[in-house]
């Protein structure tokens, strides 16, 4: 009997936790009941009873895994460590226990992957969101695909399926910050791209906020591309050459059209302003790259774990390459 591995991971889910479990595991029993189900739950140091809920659900579970961060390492790093102890055949990469992604499209996702299909990746066509928020994804894909050697499906999150040796080629990145969805995207395979419509959240809030967000799409767009740093050499170039072509401009105006110097003071002090804001900019941008070199050199550990339920302690993850091995 194969294997299906879904990570969900959790941070104070309280109301959705067992929903999650109970929902995937009728799914399975109903449209998939010749596979076994293995669901991983990564917990990131929950504080509203949510551990209790799954410890209660791994007591009487085993095929449930249970990973429990000694504290909030983020959503991608504590996703990234749940998925290096997915033992299935196949794997869902990411299951939402608010189940915003329908867990319903997992038997379609499965039945494209024993047709030889390696990622299916389920894009949200339909956003149950702000227009603000839409308009924003929207500019991210945009910007990411443009500046990068390899397209990120705009619309395509973490929920997806993928074969298992397309998860051993992920699991040869040793990042400090993982963008998952990048890293699936930059790999390559046979690919097959599922629409449908991301719902709203029924029960609790969202722990992605607007900053999160921005901080998200910065860590896409700085740990794939180095366009924003060709970018400021463009842009340095052309203000230079936009300088230079004034000068020129200016010296033969004053030889042709001799005038009285004009008081140019506005215009020295907008001048300053302007090149003093674009430099702020390029060094903002090179520390991003500095700051993700030095996070990255320091190789500290990608979570901290405080305990884990129903995972045999002869498997460890390695420091090396996030895969796993047996310990004699």
């Not at 390899?150 to 699991?171: C, H, S, Y």
């Not at 930059?186 to 709203?200: M, N």
């Amino acid at each position: 009997m194969k294997t299906i591995s879904v990570i969900s991971p959790a941070y104070n889910e309280v109301e959705n936790v067992r929903l999650c479990y109970e929902r995937l595991k009728a799914i399975f029993a109903e449209h998939l009941p010749d596979y076994r189900l293995e669901h991983i739950f990564a917990d990131n140091a929950s504080s509203d009873g949510t551990v209790d809920i799954l410890r209660e659900i791994a007591a009487a579970d085993a095929s449930v895994k249970v990973i429990l961060n000694s504290r909030n390492f983020g959503p991608f790093r504590s996703l990234f460590n749940g998925l290096r102890y997915a033992t299935g055949d196949a794997v869902v990469v990411f299951m939402p226990v608010d189940m915003q992604d329908p867990p319903e499209l997992i038997p379609e996702f499965v039945r494209y992957w024993e047709q030889g299909i390696e990622v299916v990746a389920g894009a949200r066509a339909v956003r149950e969101e702000t227009w603000l928020l839409r308009k924003c994804r929207s500019v991210f894909y945009h910007l990411v695909n443009s500046l990068s050697d390899f397209e990120i499906t705009p619309n395509v999150g973490e929920f997806q399926l993928i074969d298992r040796k397309v998860w051993d080629a992920i699991m040869q990145y040793d990042d400090h910050y993982p963008y998952v969805r990048g890293i699936i995207a930059s790999v390559g395979f046979k690919r097959l791209i599922v629409p449908y419509t991301w719902g709203e959240r029924k029960r609790g809030i969202s722990k992605n906020n607007f900053p999160r967000l921005i901080d998200q799409a910065l860590n896409g767009i700085f740990s794939f591309t180095n366009a924003p740093m060709r970018l400021c050499i463009y842009l340095g170039f052309t203000i230079a050459a936009i300088c230079i072509a004034y000068a020129l401009f200016s010296i033969s105006m004053f030889l042709f059209f001799p005038t009285p110097a004009p008081r140019g003071t506005a215009t020295i002090i907008a001048s300053i302003f302007f090149l003093s804001g674009i430099q702020l900019a390029f060094i903002g941008m090179l520390g991003e790259y500095v700051t993700s070199i030095h996070s990255q050199v320091r190789k500290r550990p990608l979570v901290v774990e405080r305990e884990r339920l129903n995972i045999d302690e002869k498997y460890s993850p390695k420091s090396s390459n996030r895969s796993l091995e047996l310990i004699e």
